[in-house]
């Protein structure tokens, strides 16, 4: 495998809560994370962020790692609970310091910072006041949005608003599954058009000439189970909620009006029209964050099942079903050609608008051999696979214009707590130390080559 165009972006990525710790230093607020995790039978393995990695006293030593690995671009999120802890008002000056010493710590190492602004941890004020379900909590993403970067562009030249805006709906408004824990039905839908709302607000409020401005989705194919028009029906159901209602204002400035008929929203988005010029702005790009591709099939019984939690508002009957491909710890189907696919499905839609691959990778159960070696042979296959298809897509003339591995070390799996292992580094997290394996060995290697 050879010959990526130069200047293509090689990274991997973090994300605030699930590596920093340090939830109480320098002023940082409570995020609607540390309520979430700190109730009982949310997270699987009673765990929380509190301490995770360590990487808020630790991350030079990280970003050294990542740089020793040959990899130029470290993707981080931004806490919005360390800039302003109550989610409107003053910025906290110690908050805005730690991201301009991390920024600058990656660029003393050759490696240029990629900043996203909001990876799932609103300050838990303002989901006390309504969260994502009220316009207000758009307008304040402005605000810190601007304040942030107003702050640290000089150092960070790369954002990106929102970090799949389908999970912060959806797994939090919709299954409860993720912080703040609400099942709202199809007013999880408002939700989706207030994240929309505030990355558009925020895009406005950071776009400069020196900088690039885009956002990370998580789209991915949707397979029907059979030719059967009822299956086929169901894909477009989920299809509409996990793709189209998030590229469609971004890229056509509309909502999927089937969508919005599905869940019973087509009155209530219809006030909000005026929104759509602002929600698309023009995009330097469309980070993907790809893991694996669905397959569904129609329920025997009716499709909607109004009232019951699920990221399906309007088809929760919806049936996932298992086409028998290998499956990584988290028990999502391994299809590398998806990576592919989903590329395509934003570059049909929006042909001349760069791509990266923001998020990629796999979770298995790592074991540390006595001799202290990390044998994850099937981490570095994942890896291998999904890199080739990169390759392929880049090789067709698609405008890819970098990869990011998920994730650069171990971290708090959200629900999963530390018992879903995604790093290319291996981290006790009883001592602290840090450990390459065997994927991230074969990446060095790579890379060099
Ligand atoms: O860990 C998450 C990350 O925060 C967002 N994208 C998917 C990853 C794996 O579940």
């Not at 391994?334 to 001349?352: F, Q, S, V």
Request: net charge negative; charged share 20%; aromatic share 10%.
């Amino acid at each position: 495998m050879t010959n990526f165009p130069d200047g293509f972006v090689w990274g991997a990525a973090t994300a605030s809560y699930q590596v920093e710790g340090a939830v109480s230093e320098d002023g940082r607020g409570p995020s609607i994370w540390d309520t979430f995790a700190h109730t009982p039978g949310r997270i699987a393995d009673g765990e929380n962020g509190d301490v995770a990695d360590d990487h808020y006293h630790r991350y030079a030593e990280d970003i050294r790692l990542l740089a020793d690995l040959g990899l130029k671009a470290y993707r981080f999120s931004i806490a919005w609970p360390r800039v302003i802890p109550m989610g409107s008002g003053a910025a906290n000056p110690a908050g805005l310091d730690f991201y301009r010493r991390l920024a600058e710590t990656c660029l003393e190492n050759g490696v240029t910072p990629y900043a996203t602004l909001y990876h799932w941890d609103l300050p838990q004020s303002l989901e006390d006041a309504g969260g994502w379900l009220v316009r207000d909590t758009a307008e304040r993403f402005r605000d810190y949005a601007a304040i942030t970067h107003a702050a640290l562009s000089d150092v960070v030249k790369h954002w990106m608003t929102l970090n799949e805006p389908w999970c912060s709906a959806f797994l939090g408004y919709g299954n409860g599954e993720h912080a703040p824990g609400r099942t709202e039905g199809a007013d999880a839908l408002k939700a989706v058009h207030h994240l929309m709302l505030g990355h558009g607000l925020a895009l406005q409020a950071i776009r400069s000439p020196e900088t690039t401005v885009g956002i990370a989705l998580n789209p991915a194919p949707v397979h029907a189970a059979s030719d059967s028009e009822a299956d086929r029906d169901a894909a477009r159901r989920a299809d509409g909620l996990r793709n189209r209602m998030f590229l469609d204002p971004l890229l056509l400035g509309k909502y999927p009006a089937d969508v919005l008929e599905d869940t019973g929203m087509t009155e209530w988005f219809a006030q909000y029209e005026a929104d759509l010029p602002v929600i698309s702005s023009p995009l330097d790009f469309i980070g993907v964050n790809y893991y694996c591709p669905q397959t569904v099939a129609a329920p025997d019984g009716p499709i909607s099942a109004p009232g019951t939690p699920s990221t399906l508002p309007g088809s929760e009957n919806l049936v996932t079903v298992d086409t028998g491909l290998d499956k990584t710890q988290m028990g999502w189907p391994i299809e590398p050609g998806g990576l592919r696919d989903t590329l395509k499905m934003i570059n049909d839609l929006a042909p001349t608008l760069p791509l990266y691959v923001t998020e990629n990778g796999s979770a298995y159960p790592d074991e540390v051999t006595a001799d202290g070696r990390i044998e994850d042979t099937e981490r570095q296959q994942y890896l291998e696979q999904h890199l080739e298809v990169t390759r392929q897509v880049v090789e067709e003339g698609l405008p890819l214009k970098g990869y990011f591995a998920w994730s650069l070390i171990d971290n708090f799996e959200w629900s999963w707590g530390f018992s879903r292992r995604f790093g290319l580094i291996h981290v006790d997290y009883s001592t602290q130390e840090r450990k390459l394996k065997n994927s991230a060995l074969w990446l060095r290697d790579f890379l060099e080559a």
